[in-house]
Structures are given as C-alpha cells and as structure tokens.
C-alpha cells in the first residue's frame, strides 16, 4: 500500500482533495468541480503533497468560496 502511494500521489491526493471538498462543501462533487479539485492537486504537488497545500487549495476553490450557506 504504501509503495503504490509512494509511485502515484498524484492519484491518492485527488482522491483525498475529492473528500474533504466533499466534507467542506457539504455536498457531492460534481462534474464542474473537477478543475477546482484538478487546481487544488496541482497546487499541493508543487508543495511536495503538503497537507497545508491541500487544505489552502479547498479554502481557496471557487466551490468553496461560491458556496450556499443555507439560512437555519
């Protein structure tokens, strides 16, 4: 497991960066999230896969920051 993390991280962090937009959004991602979750990856491989740059990258998304907050 941790050799085929090691040979593709590129794959594990979409994996992960598709996750936790998931959780920060608070809905699924969709099909017109997929540049954002392709920007927050390689925004974390140009920080060696931090998990800073992962975490920066959804905070920084257009979904992130274009999402409805519905009122209570």
Do not use: C, H
Request: glycine letters at 6%; aromatic letters at 10%.
């Amino acid at each position: 497991m941790r050799d085929a993390l090691i040979a593709e991280p590129e794959v594990f962090t979409t994996t992960v960066a598709n996750k936790l937009l998931t959780y920060a959004l608070g809905r699924g991602v969709e099909y017109y999230d997929a540049p954002a979750v392709r920007r927050i990856v390689r925004g974390a491989a140009a920080d060696n896969y931090s998990w800073s740059a992962i975490i920066a990258g959804i905070a920084n998304s257009t979904p992130f920051q274009m999402r409805r907050i519905e009122a209570q």
